[in-house]
């Protein structure tokens, strides 16, 4: 690969971001996004999003635990040179990527969130994240906080679009 053949950020598809390390190797923990976690498995690299430019880094091994995804990268042997990437973004040419957006829960982004039983509004929706095969909204607490909340049918209470306005039942604890 070439620095001519690296493409912009505008032509690929943001595909998860590095959550944290996993062992002492250097080995990380991806939150998958846009792409099926399997797909990882025929990926020889993805590009870091690393000051707004795109770096390749390949991929050494890919395994799969309990629904997450580990990636261990030829270049980061350390747990000490993964912390440096936890929160990089990983993103794949569009074109070569198979992959759909998730159009179903990309709009819930600047959505209020609304707790069902105390009807005390939890913040904003800052981004939808498919984590280990679940949906999990990152949410802005007023206090600046961010707080994970799962999203499932079963806990949506009511749904505004136009108010922008989510009423979800909180699972106990989430939220302590």
């Known amino acids: ?4 053949s690296i493409p912009t950020i ?4 943001e595909v998860g971001t590095i959550a944290r390390p996993h062992g002492k190797e250097g080995e990380v923990l991806v939150n998958s996004k846009n792409v099926a976690q399997e797909d990882f498995n025929d990926l020889p690299y993805v590009f870091f999003c690393l000051q707004e430019r795109l770096v390749p880094f390949f991929i050494q091994k890919v395994t799969f635990k309990n629904n997450s995804v580990f990636i ?3 270049d980061i042997k350390t747990m000490e040179k ?3 990437y936890v929160g990089t973004k990983l993103y794949l040419e569009a074109e070569n990527c198979t992959a759909e957006e998730d159009t179903e829960h990309l709009d819930l982004e600047g959505f209020t969130i609304v707790d069902a039983t105390t009807r005390k509004e939890i913040g904003i929706i800052q981004e ?4 280990s095969m679940n949906i999990v909204l990152d949410v802005k607490k007023p206090d600046g906080d961010s707080v994970l909340l799962p999203l499932a049918d079963d806990l949506i209470k ?9 009423v979800l039942t909180i699972p106990d ?3 302590e």
């Not at 505008?10 to 598809?13: R, T």
């Not at 939808?128 to 984590?131: G, L, M, Q, S």
């Not at 009511?158 to 989510?166: A, P, S």
């Open 1 to 4: 690969m070439n620095i001519q």
């Open 10 to 13: 505008a032509q690929c598809v």
């Open 72 to 74: 261990q990268f030829e």
């Open 82 to 84: 993964a912390e440096l």
């Open 128 to 131: 939808v994240i498919t984590y």
């Open 158 to 166: 009511e749904c505004d679009e136009t108010g922008k306005k989510l």
């Open 173 to 175: 604890g989430i939220l």
